[in-house]
């Protein structure tokens, strides 16, 4: 298989009545080595089904095809989805999903290769992250994005984003992508990135409290954690002084005067688990059970 000129993608779009949509970050693949590359590094096996979302006109599917036993394609736009149809229907392991990623049910995969729409990257991480039990995803997204998943703590990049993803995986980076393997050319590049299932500890005795937690406390990500406390328990109408309550709760190795951005996912769940005392000892509400 060769690389698509753009000429060629142009064509291609115009026959299938497709417009590239910026608003959505509507970028399509052209190179074929980027992506051999992408789906040789997801490691595939004839025996391996993959699910991959937002096909475009089919490049990353087809070696996707080449190397695993079935390729579910979920794809919004239906001009996309007549053309993949026509390009890919000599391929008899390749099911063609026509729907909402943020909104079908996803079928039961070994593994998530695909070139993400830029404009849903975060939505449908944690979409994926909570609904698909996969061995591994291979992922592109913009880089700047990319560099959040795999920011470690007191680094710029490190925010609520980071937190959430590492919660649930592991994160490693795969290979970068120039802008100009896509047609129409972005802005910036992309980069790809493997997730693996995290095996190993801490995990928080409560999901929902610790992302109850890191959602509310990381709207201030420069601040020191004692503060942010104090300003989230305010906002939801509490007594500030909980703030030092739940501190103390989580022993030395919280002074209230760290920064967001340099605490640990293990010390951010520590701090969820003595929470969750706290609800339970009745100090605090229940989220789940009253709208904060």
């Known amino acids: 298989m060769r690389s698509l000129f753009q000429e060629e993608v142009k064509s291609l779009l115009r026959k299938y009545s497709v417009r590239p949509s910026k608003k959505t970050g509507q970028n399509f693949l052209t190179s074929q080595k980027v992506a051999r590359d992408i789906v040789w590094s997801a490691n595939l096996t004839k025996d391996e089904s993959v699910l991959e979302i937002g096909g475009g006109l089919g490049i990353l599917t087809q070696w996707i095809a ?59 991480t944690f979409r994926l992250l909570e609904q698909v039990k996969f061995k591994s995803a291979t992922l592109m997204y913009q880089r700047e994005f990319a560099e959040r998943l795999l920011a470690e703590p007191g680094s710029a990049s490190y925010a609520r984003l980071t937190i959430g993803v590492r919660y649930y995986v592991d994160v490693a980076y795969i290979m970068g992508v120039p802008a100009s393997m896509f047609y129409p050319i972005p802005k910036v590049d992309s980069s790809v990135v493997c997730l693996t299932p995290r095996l190993a500890g801490p995990f928080a005795k409560n999901p ?43 022993g030395a ?18 701090l969820a ?20």
């Open 66 to 124: 080449r190397c695993a036993k079935t390729v579910y394609v979920v794809e919004k736009d239906a001009g996309l989805v007549r053309a993949l149809r026509e390009i890919l229907s000599e391929l008899d392991n390749v099911e063609i999903i026509e729907g909402d990623a943020l909104e079908i049910d996803f079928p039961e995969v070994d593994k998530v290769v695909c070139n993400l729409p830029y404009s849903i990257s975060s939505d449908i």
């Open 208 to 250: 929902e409290i610790f992302f109850w937690l890191v959602h509310g406390i990381y709207s201030y990500p420069n601040k020191q954690i004692g503060k942010a406390l104090r300003i989230w328990f305010r906002n939801m109408k509490l007594d500030k002084a909980l703030a030092s309550t739940l501190l103390d709760r989580a």
């Open 253 to 270: 190795s919280m002074t209230g005067t760290e920064r967001l951005r340099s605490l640990s996912p293990d010390t951010l769940v520590t």
């Open 273 to 292: 688990d003595c929470l969750m005392e706290m609800i339970e000892d009745e100090a605090v509400p229940d989220p789940r059970g009253k709208s904060m």
